[in-house]
Each structure stands twice: as C-alpha cells, then as structure tokens.
C-alpha cells in the first residue's frame, strides 16, 4: 500500500548520486580512501578517538562481544525493548542474554535498578540501548559497572550525535555500536561503525574486520605493505567505499537533518498535548537529540486496543510501526524469558508515528488530529 504519510523518507539528493557515480570512476570500490575518510570524519563528530566502519551494525555487536572477551558461560544484561539483533550479539559468543525491564512508559531505556537486581557473578557486562536517541541513564550504568567490573556496549543505533550530559552517546561504556541500515537517521543501504576510545579494541577490532589479516589490500596497492600475516581467527566484516562516499555526503547533512527532526518532535508535542490517555516517552528531555523515531504509549490499553488504532491510522493513509515486539517474547529467546511487566506493557501499546526531516508541519497536524478523532471514538 502507498501511504499519505510514510513512517520514514530518506534524506537523498542528487549529492548521494554523485557520489556514488565518483566512487565507481575511480575504481576503488571496496574498503579504501572512503572508507577511511568516512571513518575520520565520524570519529571527529562524535569526539571519539576511533571509529572502524563495518558492513552493519549487528556485526559491530558481535565484534565488541569478541573485544571484550564474553564466551561460553558469562552472562550479558540487556533490554528486551530493543531491536533483536542487540540480543543476538551474545548468543553468537554462546553466552547467556539476561533480560532487563525499562524504567516506565515515560523512559523506554533499560532500568539501572533491574540491572542491579540482575547482576550475578557470572555477569560480565551490559548493553543499553540508547530509545529513539534518548540516553539510558548512563551515569547510573557507569557507576554499576565500576562497581561490579563490568564492560558497558552502547548500541547507539538510533543515536548518531544525541547526547548525555554533554557527551556523545557511543563514547561513554567501553564500545559503541552504529547502523546505517536504510532507515536510521545515516542511510547508506547497509553499514554499520564501531567506536572506542581504547587503542587495544580499536587495533584488535581492525584486525577482526577483516579475516585477522595484517594488511588490507587497499594498504598493500598503495604500496604500504607487500605481504600480510593471519594473527587472528577474523571475519569479512568491511564495509565498502560506495557505502562509505554516501556516509560522507550523509554526515555532511546530519546536523541539519536532526535540527528538522527536533523542529517536527516540537510540533508533535504540541499538537498532541491536549490529547487524552496516551503517554510521550521521554516528554520532559532536553539533552540533543537525533530524534530516530517519535513514539507514545496508550494508557490503560491492550494490544488488541492498539492494533485497532494502528489500522484505522493506517486507513487513513498513515503509516505506523511498533518499536518494539519484546525480544524476550520471541521463540528462539524462550530459554532466557523472564517476566518484564513494562516492557510487555509497552510492546502490546506502543505506537510508532511518522518521523523524518522531510515531514511537514502541516502533515503532523493532520496525524494528530486524525489520531486524535481515532481515540475519541474508541
Ligand atoms: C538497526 C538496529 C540494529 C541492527 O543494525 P544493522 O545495521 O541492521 O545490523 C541493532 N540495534 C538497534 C537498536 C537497531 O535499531
């Protein structure tokens, strides 16, 4: 079906095009000066030391699961309102998901106090998920993991460039995880990043990229190096320079971008303030941020409320989504379920509205008044 008002548009012109077309001219068009450049530029935006690009961000998860030394027998703490491929990331080591609930209908991020309660001595460390570029309460999280030596990965994929208390989310744990899967607020088809502030990751992580080899082939045709060794039991995790030139273009309008996004956050806020019996996550935050998706949950509701609603929105022309079905719920995570009653709550009645930088004022008006009707009639 063709919606009036999709849930997401890509920010691309004719610059993305060019781009691309220039990478193919020059024939470099695997891991190579894009790729690198991309890299920098990224790295400098986030004020982190390093960022190694990668072909997405799943693969960024399981390499910080191989960074940080987690097998067979630790235990990883994580949200279950998060996109399962957070949780994924620790099964490919064979170690074991322990599932976390979120603070509240009004904070969707993984709460300090559950993790607490959920630290055994076999845990080895958490990973948050910064909500639609909302932060977790990442001072909590710090101090739990001092306390108890634990790693903290940050899957900032909603997040490129929304902060917490001045820094950037992706540099506060030890690892932080990037996507740029097509709908994310840096679209490079696929494409991933991983940034530390950590020589040894970053060195060992660049090694793991790519097959354990101590050269690339783009080192070794610049003359660099004539030869390579294999000094660990790496992967192909690269990403290429045709992703990696439309990376640049996209960075060089990210901040824009995200002002719109905040700009269309206000225009939401306002226009659905005197709406009755939802709840905006996350309504009072000031710190920046990049506004991946814009969400509410319908109090006192049930999933078959919510599915309701979602298909008169969409009648109406609206696309929704829901961020997101509880992880722990899914087949293949029912050896690790635990109850989780808010995150439950939220995955039956969440509602995921449009949000892009090209989405009108006049098209969120219409959303919330065509929302607004849909509620007072059921
Ligand atoms: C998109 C996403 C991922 C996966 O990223 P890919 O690049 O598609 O592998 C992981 N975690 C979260 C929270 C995401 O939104």
Redesign the pocket.
Known sequence: MDYKIPLFDLNFDEKEEQAVLETIQSKWISTGPKSLAFESKFAEMLHAKHAISLA??????HLAMKLLDINEGDEVICPSL??V??CNAIRYVKATPVFADVVSTSDLTIDPKDIERKITSKTKAIIV?HFGGFACNMDEIMALSRKHNLKVIE?A??APLSEYKGKKLGTIGDLG?Y???SN?NISTG???MLITNNESYYERAKLLRSHGMTSMSYERAKGHSTTYDVVDNGFNYRMDDIRASIGLVQLDKIQDDLNKRAENRKSYLNSLKNIKGITIPFEKRSDFSSNYIFTFVLDNSTYEKRDKIRELLSQEGIQTSVHYPAVHRFSIYEDYATPLEITEYIADNLITLPMYSKLEKSQIEFIAQTLEDILQAN
């Open positions: 997405n961000c799943t693969v960024a998860l998060t996109f491929a957070t998920m899957d994929c909603h995880c996507s740029f899967f994310k696929e494409g991933g």
